[in-house]
């Protein structure tokens, strides 16, 4: 039977800290660790094509700030020790009143989305290297709905409860074929229609 390891989701208010992460390869390098597990500088790096010594230096950023921590690894030495994230998930969310930590948050977002952009890029280069089953799983769907804001968030709380027992950080015996997922839900008002 599967065990899911417990949640330890952080929210993240303090604009230095959001600061701290508002930078491209850090914003990567803890998205990675969310993804992949712990994992040394050189596995971030080959992983994220850059240096040992620039991601080094960043993941000494992040757990500086937190954001990181260094894993357990009995008889490994320092340097090459592998980092984890410090918490299952984490919200960007500055106070409504701090106004330098809501344009770091928008920076974030902007770094966010350019992710996305390229995460769909190099799927797209990649995807006929795929299996036909995972080929023929893969959807990119899009909805226009018709919503109150109260029933947007109960469609996003329930989207979030079903898929929560399948993020890679709480999964803990996962079935040996599976592998990293991206899935990116955005909902938001339709400015055009507003």
Aim: net charge neutral.
């Amino acid at each position: 039977m599967e065990r899911n390891e417990p949640e330890r989701r952080v929210r993240v208010q303090d604009a230095t800290t959001l600061r701290a992460l508002a930078h491209p390869l850090r914003l990567r390098l803890l998205r990675y660790l969310l993804a992949a597990g712990p994992r040394t500088a050189a596995q971030c790096a080959e992983a994220l094509d850059d240096t040992g010594a620039n991601c080094s230096y960043h993941l000494r950023q992040l757990a500086r700030h937190g954001l990181i921590e260094r894993a357990d690894a009995d008889g490994t030495n320092r340097r090459d020790r592998p980092w984890r994230a410090a918490a299952t998930g984490f919200e960007f969310l500055p106070a409504a009143d701090d106004a330098e930590g809501q344009q770091i948050a928008d920076a974030l977002t902007a770094l966010g989305f350019d992710e996305v952009f390229r995460s769909l890029q190099r799927y797209q280069q990649q995807q006929h290297k795929l299996a036909d089953a995972w080929r023929e799983s893969v959807t990119f769907h899009s909805y226009t709905l018709s919503l109150t804001p109260e029933e947007l968030r109960h469609l996003t709380l329930t989207l979030d409860a079903v898929i929560r027992p399948y993020l890679r950080p709480l999964r803990t015996a996962s079935p040996s074929d599976a592998r990293p997922v991206s899935l990116h839900l955005q909902a938001y008002p339709t400015p055009e229609f507003t």
